[in-house]
């Protein structure tokens, strides 16, 4: 069932190099050109806590360690955590098409943080440091809690159902954040920047709140992958092996909210990331999660510093990253659509 060992370290070998490399090279990349090796002695420099490295300009020092640096970390905390959290969706539920965007714990989590946005222009002011990762998770519990509750009317509660009550609520939830725009008025132009998903104001206070629920999420998801291997094969025979299926489907869906809620308070909404990354590394490495999860943290982390560069250093002048990740996901969810279709319909015949 699951393939052997030297694929999926290989794998995670070649793209962990992969990844750091991308970093260095994005950390060369912007309006100002910096050479690789400038770049490595700045940040060894700051890590040792040494003073400045001789011959560099101080501006370009600056720019490495407040600018590019934080943007760069939180790409791939973002990308490695959405991308995760759609191998979990998929995993649980046992669909290709399931992630944090298409269950609507994305909009959850937006319509979360937008409202404090929305309170801060009518004078109650928040801050924001705090408020908007808690009503952003606030937002994406509650959003799970809405689309459990819409599916429950199916006993067995199948991934169809869930998935149709993630696009009716986030279709809710679209709607009231349009309500949202609509009162903030002359700033709505924040919360439009803020919906179509945006690294341009990460600082390093924000990675200071990504690193730990990243490892946290990251470590939590793996110790239980065995199990999800396990509720692979079906609810009974999980239940057999002793494995409590309801307890391990609410911390995992408990624990991705989370990873999605703290990305989107962070970057706004990045959708398809957690679609394309786990649906590509299954067809690499095989369904075995024990790999899988880890390789999708990488392989998210690396396609959003991507983007991210992509906007932010190659294009004339800098997309959202959201509608770009939105550009190359939507086709991508087309085509996984029409692949299920002539699955079920090859098993009807």
């Known amino acids: 069932m699951f393939c052997r060992p030297a694929a999926p370290i290989l794998a995670c070998l070649v793209t962990a190099t992969l990844l750091v490399l991308a970093m260095i090279i994005a950390a060369t990349m912007g309006y100002m050109r910096v050479p690789a090796a400038d770049?490595?002695?700045?940040?060894?420099?700051?890590?040792?806590g040494a003073g400045p490295p001789r011959g560099i300009d101080p501006v370009a020092q600056s720019v490495i360690i407040d600018v590019r640096l934080p943007r760069i970390l939180a790409?791939?905390?973002?990308?490695?955590?959405?991308?995760?959290?759609?191998?979990?969706?998929?995993?649980?539920?046992?669909?290709?098409?399931?992630?944090?965007?298409?269950?609507?714990?994305?909009?959850?989590?937006?319509?979360?943080?937008?409202?404090?946005?929305?309170?801060?222009?009518?004078?109650?002011h928040l801050p924001s440091s705090v408020s908007i990762p808690v009503f952003a998770f606030g937002g994406a519990v509650g959003t799970l809690a809405a689309v459990m509750a819409l599916a429950s009317g199916d006993r067995r509660l199948s991934s169809t159902s869930l998935i149709l009550s993630g696009v009716i609520v986030a279709a809710i939830l679209s709607?009231?954040?349009?309500?949202?725009?609509?009162?903030?008025?002359?700033?709505?132009?924040?919360?439009?920047?803020?919906?179509?998903?945006?690294?341009?104001?990460?600082?390093?206070?924000?990675?200071?709140?990504?690193?730990?629920?990243?490892?946290?999420?990251?470590?939590?998801?793996?110790?239980?992958?065995r199990d999800l291997n396990i509720m692979a094969t079906g609810e009974r025979t999980a239940t057999s092996l002793g494995i409590n299926t309801v307890r391990l489907r609410k911390i995992l869906l408990v624990t991705c909210s989370l990873m999605t809620a703290l990305s989107v308070s962070v970057a706004g909404i990045i959708g398809f990331v957690g679609l394309i990354v786990p649906h590509l590394?299954?067809?690499?490495?095989?369904?075995?999660?024990r790999w899988v999860l880890g390789l999708s943290f990488l392989g998210g982390a690396l396609l959003l510093l991507f983007a991210d560069t992509?906007?932010?250093?190659?294009?004339?002048?800098?997309?959202?990253?959201?509608?770009?990740?939105?550009?190359?996901?939507?086709?991508?969810?087309?085509?996984?659509?029409?692949?299920?279709?002539?699955?079920?319909?090859?098993?009807g015949t």
Not at 41 to 46: Q, T
Not at 316 to 326: K, M, Q, S, Y
């Open 310 to 347: 992509l906007t932010r250093a190659v294009l004339p002048a800098e997309v959202p990253i959201g509608v770009l990740t939105a550009l190359l996901g939507g086709p991508f969810f087309c085509v996984i659509f029409k692949k299920r279709q002539h699955d079920y319909d090859s098993a």
């Open 39 to 48: 770049v490595f002695r700045i940040i060894v420099s700051r890590v040792l």
């Open 75 to 124: 790409a791939v905390l973002v990308g490695g955590m959405l991308a995760l959290s759609g191998a979990v969706f998929q995993a649980i539920l046992l669909n290709p098409l399931a992630d944090p965007y298409t269950l609507g714990i994305s909009s959850g989590a937006a319509f979360g943080a937008a409202l404090v946005i929305v309170l801060r222009i009518f004078g109650l």
């Open 281 to 289: 590394l299954r067809h690499i490495t095989g369904p075995d999660n």
């Open 175 to 225: 709607a009231a954040i349009g309500f949202m725009k609509f009162l903030a008025d002359e700033q709505v132009g924040a919360i439009i920047f803020w919906l179509m998903g945006s690294l341009s104001g990460v600082a390093w206070q924000n990675i200071l709140m990504l690193v730990p629920t990243a490892l946290a999420g990251l470590g939590i998801t793996i110790f239980y992958s």
